[in-house]
């Protein structure tokens, strides 16, 4: 499940389509037709667009317009090879992982540049409106996707492989695959890391836009439980039924939940809408050797790739994507 940064839509991935809804009524806005539900498909809200990597015989990334009359347009498709999947995204930017390289794909124009990562990608989150935390091996780092360029690096002593990961200008976060029932937090400020245990191991999270605020559900219970790492009391459990997945709807305190019994509901989660962190600049490395990799066009590793504009038009249940 998720949601557009302005909180007015969620999309469910669901066995044959991407079902969207508007919120707060929570009415089927439009479908689009796909195969092989949310294992075989991967989608994210990314500003005006929705962007959808779909995983069957080839690897296709598709750029769609939900607006206009007729429904939801295809504007772009890209083929990438290997089995590929969506990490993070912005507002202007989606950070995907192939088998050869981690892929930033700017939407406006659409390029495709080779990020020059120490290792694979494991895990990665968005921070603020254009920037991304990126797990790989044992390192964390803050990437600018505008410059295409690291801004932070946190070494780790160890390899953590992290699960999860995410954070703003005052503390970074990770689940480990090793460890999925506590949470490691380290300060940026004093460099101090603390072990938080959550309960129960976790199958999935949403982050909040502000980046410390977190709601994931159990693998046990398939409950959802709120992690925020700005209180005293980081895990709070509200009274809500099992789920099949669940979201932030946009920046507010409202949740949208899929339950197991069937059907969606919205629910606010108590406390202040935004604990009003906001990213500090900090300084961009001067080493050119960070900026990111460009290599010919249709080269194998992409470099910057002018893909091909496509100007078909979706009905209301368009040609299912594939």
């Known amino acids: 499940m998720i949601a557009s940064d302005d909180g007015n839509h969620v999309a469910c991935l669901e066995p044959s389509r991407i079902a969207i809804y508007d919120v707060p009524s929570l009415r089927n806005a439009t479908e689009i037709g796909i195969d092989g539900g ?3 498909n991967d989608a994210v809200f990314c500003g005006q667009y929705l962007v959808v990597l779909t995983r069957s015989t080839t690897t296709n990334l598709y750029v769609i317009a939900l607006g ?10 890209v083929a990438l090879r290997g089995a590929a999947r969506i990490l993070a995204a912005t507002a202007r930017h989606v950070l995907v992982a192939t088998p050869y390289s981690t892929v930033l794909v700017n939407l406006e124009p659409l390029e495709m540049s ?39 690096r946190l070494r780790l002593e160890r390899r953590f492989d992290p699960q999860f990961v995410g954070g703003n200008a005052l503390r970074f976060w990770m689940i480990r695959r090793a460890e999925p029932d506590h949470i490691n937090v380290v300060s940026l400020s ?110 194998e590793r992409s470099g910057v790739i002018q893909a091909p504009h496509a100007s078909t038009a979706y009905s209301r249940s368009p040609d299912r994507l594939r």
């Open 68 to 77: 206009g009359p007729r429904g939801p347009r295809k504007l772009e498709q």
């Open 38 to 40: 949310a294992h075989h």
């Open 190 to 299: 004093r460099y101090t890391a603390r072990r938080y245990s959550l309960g129960e191991r976790v199958q999935a999270v949403s982050v909040h836009a502000r980046g410390d605020l977190l709601v994931a559900i159990g693998a046990q219970t398939g409950m959802p439980f709120v992690i925020d790492l700005a209180q005293p009391d980081v895990v709070t459990r509200p009274s809500l039924p099992a789920v099949n997945a669940i979201t932030w709807a946009g920046r507010g305190r409202t949740l949208a939940l899929a339950l197991v019994a069937g059907g969606l509901v919205l629910h606010r989660v108590a406390g202040a809408t935004e604990s009003d962190v906001h990213a500090t600049p900090v300084p961009r490395w001067s080493n050119q050797d960070n900026k990111g990799q460009e290599l010919p066009d249709n080269a």
């Open 114 to 152: 080779v990020l020059p990562l120490r290792g694979p990608a494991t895990a990665a989150s968005r921070l603020g409106n254009d920037r991304f935390i990126i797990a790989s091996e044992s390192v964390l780092e803050e990437w600018d996707a505008n410059l295409r360029a690291p801004s932070r």
